[in-house]
């Protein structure tokens, strides 16, 4: 795989640079891509060239790797680094490639807004649950999940984090994962420090691990967004027959940056 070199000091030829230095070879492919998506070449190279400066780092990344991440958004239609926090592209460094890649990361806002797409889904509440509040759930063949936060005073720690998914037929979709079972994912997560309170202010992190399970065990035919939202979140993805497909072998991705500077979001 061929790592990217660029310089792009000059801004005026840096979306010319990128067209040549990193998009040549996939020139036809991607506006063939593009255009089934709906999204404009010259977006994508400019989504590129503000990707690089603002984050350097990724010019460490192979060319293969920033195109298939920018690729993920499009066809996803999130734009990478929008303030709202939709999505990113992180590099990490693959022990398994020997080599620096950019990966694509579906922040948690980027997941409700996917699911706000759908004609099935209603309406969206995630929240977190500190010891001082007032808070009982139940399960079985009548579940019940009641809240009242703590609005003034000390709010305690952490005790675990809900979604509630409300789907066009008034049925819910109901997830409540405890503190322990958050940290026992965040051994998983390829961004563990985004777990932590001081990075993650608004608990957007802890959100996410809540509406993932809850995603993870709705059927695809219920609401079909999330097989694409599964499916992206986690894999790389390669073009191949003018399509984008996942890459389904795992890679032991490290990030190579600080990952407390996006603030808690990226999950």
Known sequence: ?????????????????????????????????????????????????NALKKNPKLMNCTKESIVSAVLSSAELGLEIDNPLGYCYMIPFFSSKN???????IIGYKGIVELLYRSPRVKKIVSEIVYENDEFSYKTGSKLELNHVPTIFGDTGKRIGTYTIITLDNDEQLVQFVRADQIEAL???????ETYNEANDPMGNMWKKSAIRQIIKYTP?????????????????????????KP????????????????????E
């Open 1 to 49: 795989m061929s790592k990217l070199k660029l310089d792009l000091s000059n801004s005026d030829n840096a979306i010319s640079s990128v067209k040549e230095s990193l998009l040549s070879g996939y020139q036809d492919s991607l506006v063939l891509m593009l255009n089934k998506y709906g999204y404009d070449y010259e977006k994508f190279t400019v989504t590129i060239v």
């Open 220 to 244: 695809k035919e219920t609401v079909p967004i999330i097989g694409t939202i599964n499916e992206r979140d986690n894999k790389t993805l390669k073009i191949e027959d003018n399509e984008i």
């Open 98 to 104: 020997d080599c620096y890649e950019a990966k694509f």
């Open 186 to 192: 965040k051994k998983f997560s390829s961004v563990p």
């Open 247 to 266: 890459i389904l072998e795992e890679t032991n991705l490290k990030p190579i940056i600080d990952t407390s500077e996006f603030g808690g979001l990226l």
